[in-house]
């Protein structure tokens, strides 16, 4: 199983960046992957979250109306659509997977993380 993450940058707050999480040794669509981030001196935390399960996505709420994520089944790919960027979104973002259908975007939870990517919004 591994999951590799890119598509960060750097760009201006109220820009916008696509990350992309692309999967192998696994079929994405059937599990549910989830994407986190740290930010330096603070605890890693479930930005969104996809579940195969039941269909149901989780957001952080900071990030609801801003954050888009999305499945490419063709492709093993899952998505982070991210406009309206604030400097406060400033983090090493990572995609990650428990291999089980549901979830909840709980940091504890996934036992198999990508190597992250940075994303930091400045001006």
């Known amino acids: 199983v591994q999951l590799q993450a890119f598509g960060g940058g750097l760009v201006e707050p109220g820009g916008s960046l696509r990350l992309s999480c692309a999967a192998s040794g696994f079929t994405a669509e059937y599990y549910g992957v989830g994407w986190f981030r740290q930010a330096p001196g603070k605890e890693r935390e479930g930005v969104s979250c996809i579940s195969s399960s039941d269909g149901s996505v989780y957001y952080l709420d900071s990030v609801k109306g801003r954050f888009t994520i999305s499945r490419d089944n063709a492709k093993n790919t899952v998505y982070l659509e991210m406009n309206r960027l604030s400097v406060e979104d400033t983090a090493v973002y990572y995609c990650?997977?428990?291999?089980?259908?549901?979830?909840?975007?709980?940091?504890?939870?996934?036992?198999?993380w990508g190597k992250g990517t940075q994303v930091t919004v400045s001006s």
């Open positions: 990650a997977t428990d291999l089980v259908g549901y979830c909840s975007g709980n940091p504890n939870y996934p036992d198999y």
